[in-house]
């Protein structure tokens, strides 16, 4: 079933059906949708909307997800999943039945996608900070160790003076390593 299929009266052409899917890109999202729908089943069960036993199922059923993902990527190949949050509901529905469908009261497409976005970026960016921290140690530890670079550096009107070793404990301590 279509998320949108009340709306229409002929089926779409195939090719913009094709073309308008996003679940081939955004299938990277599923951590983060995963997590925010955890996030959110705790909001509905606080709510009132979901009771206990509801709650349980639905994150055991968001969990499976998780593992049928990391564990199979052939799970990820759905031809009929129009994004990741249709993924995900279609893939709890069939694990759980019809309260897989509650878990998306409250919530709109935009706001799945907002938050996912904002969960990956948020991610990304640690991952990139470690990472470039990691090679700014490896850099100045292969290349560098007690020893001086000297640069034709400015610092505004005056001569830069030249890095020294110091710099890799400026890096550890800016970018939260260890030195």
């Not at 996003?22 to 995963?34: G, N, V």
């Not at 593992?67 to 529905?93: C, I, T």
């Not at 001086?148 to 939260?176: E, F, I, K, M, Q």
Request: aromatic content about 8%; proline content about 2%; glycine content about 6%.
């Amino acid at each position: 079933m279509k998320m949108w299929s009340g709306r229409f009266r002929q089926p779409l052409d195939a090719e913009f059906e094709r073309w308008q899917r996003s679940f081939e890109f955004d299938r990277r999202l599923l951590r983060e949708e995963l997590a925010a729908s955890r996030a959110h089943a705790n909001a509905l069960k606080n709510a009132g909307i979901l009771s206990s036993s509801e709650l349980i199922g639905i994150l055991q059923g968001l969990e499976q997800i998780a593992v049928k993902a990391a564990s199979s990527p052939a799970f990820l190949e759905d031809s009929e999943a129009e994004d990741v949050h249709h993924f995900v509901e279609k893939q709890l529905v069939a694990l759980i039945g019809d309260t897989g469908y509650k878990l998306h009261s409250g919530r709109s497409r935009n706001e799945q996608i907002a938050t996912d976005l904002r969960l990956y970026v948020r991610a990304t960016i640690d991952q990139i900070r470690a990472d470039l921290a990691d090679f700014l140690i490896t850099f100045l530890d292969g290349k560098f160790s007690n020893a001086c670079l000297h640069s034709p550096a400015t610092c505004r009107t005056r001569a830069g003076r030249a890095l020294a070793a110091g710099l890799r404990r400026n890096v550890s301590a800016r970018w939260g390593t260890a030195d």
